[in-house]
Nanobody, 127 residues
């Protein structure tokens, strides 16, 4: 069983930055594919970013966040981070960390392919 705990959310003005972190339990963290999703009120959960197992040399980013968000992982600390810059009010949502076993990147943007989820952290961007 994997447990995920997100942190780092909060209120920020447009143009500002936040760094989200997700701490994972379990000894197999380095072999897990990690993802970040978000869900705004009244909207479906949407893909934000994902990173491959081990070295994480192949990050995946949604078009809406490319150039502004960066995903990284620290296997020694069992954490994955999401650095968010140039935030806009459209980024306001609850952000979730998710994980699945293995190295396959197929459907990495599909929430249904991730069996383990954190509780979420609120990000609010004011205009």
């Amino acid at each position: 069983q994997v447990q995920l705990v997100e942190s780092g959310g909060g209120l920020v003005q447009a143009g500002g930055s936040l760094r989200l972190s997700c701490a994972a339990s379990g000894r197999t963290f380095s072999r897990n594919f990690m993802g970040w999703f978000r869900q705004a009120p009244g909207k479906e959960r949407e893909f934000v970013a994902a990173i491959t197992a081990w070295s994480g040399l192949s990050p995946y980013l949604a078009d809406s966040v490319k150039g502004r968000f960066t995903i990284s992982r620290d296997n020694a600390k069992n954490t994955v981070s999401l650095q968010m810059n140039s935030l806009t009010p459209e980024d306001t949502a609850v952000y979730y960390c998710a994980t699945r076993a293995g190295y396959n990147s197929t459907d990495s943007d599909s929430p249904s392919t991730y069996p383990y989820w954190g509780q979420g952290t609120q990000v609010t961007v004011s205009s």
